[in-house]
């Protein structure tokens, strides 16, 4: 009975806990740059709700999602737990409050202050107005849900674990 022959070290390393951990991070990295590139697509891109004719006026475009850049600026990515989740979104200051009104929209109570302001801005609200609704759109689930994203997602762990044991 012969011996087996072959690279082992190459073998030993391929099952190296640490060397298989940075494969995976490297897959992380590469997922969550991908994301974070086409939510900032989406955003510049998507079939949004169109704006109030008083915002159109106000922003001088009738763009939606996209005002200063605060929003798509902020969109960001993050490996967290030892590889195994990523944060894809927004993360930081008044842009989540932001994000979480178009991704989700919301109703809000006009408080005789807030009635004071538009007024003076120009919106002149009915009496009766007691609500403004702000309309959900979007921008995060629709990329992030979609079966090419989750298809480019299995391609690169796919590819990079095909990378590791063919190399």
């Known amino acids: 009975m012969s011996g087996l022959t072959g690279d082992w070290e190459k073998i030993k390393n391929l099952f190296n ?3 298989l ?3 995976i ?3 992380a990295e590469k997922v969550g740059n991908y994301g974070a590139s086409e939510v ?16 159109i006026i106000r922003k001088s475009s009738s763009k939606p999602l996209i005002d200063h850049g ?4 902020s969109v960001t990515y993050q490996v967290l737990d030892d590889n195994d989740k990523i944060f894809i979104g927004v993360n930081k200051g008044k842009e989540v409050n932001i994000a979480i009104v178009q991704e989700f929209g919301c109703t809000i109570r006009v408080t005789p202050k ?4 538009l007024h003076y801005q120009g919106l002149h609200l009915k009496d009766s107005t007691e609500f403004i609704h702000i309309p ?5 689930r629709p990329v992030l849900l979609s079966e090419d994203f989750k298809n480019k997602v299995g391609e690169i762990y ?10």
């Open 25 to 27: 991070r490297q897959c």
């Open 17 to 19: 806990p640490s060397s």
């Open 40 to 55: 900032k697509k989406g955003i510049v891109n998507g079939n949004f709700t169109p704006l109030h004719p008083f915002t």
């Open 136 to 140: 959900a759109r979007p921008f995060l």
């Open 21 to 23: 951990k940075n494969k």
């Open 114 to 117: 807030m009635r004071a302001y």
């Open 70 to 73: 605060d929003l798509i600026g």
């Open 158 to 167: 796919l590819n990079a674990l095909r990378g590791a044991f063919l190399t």
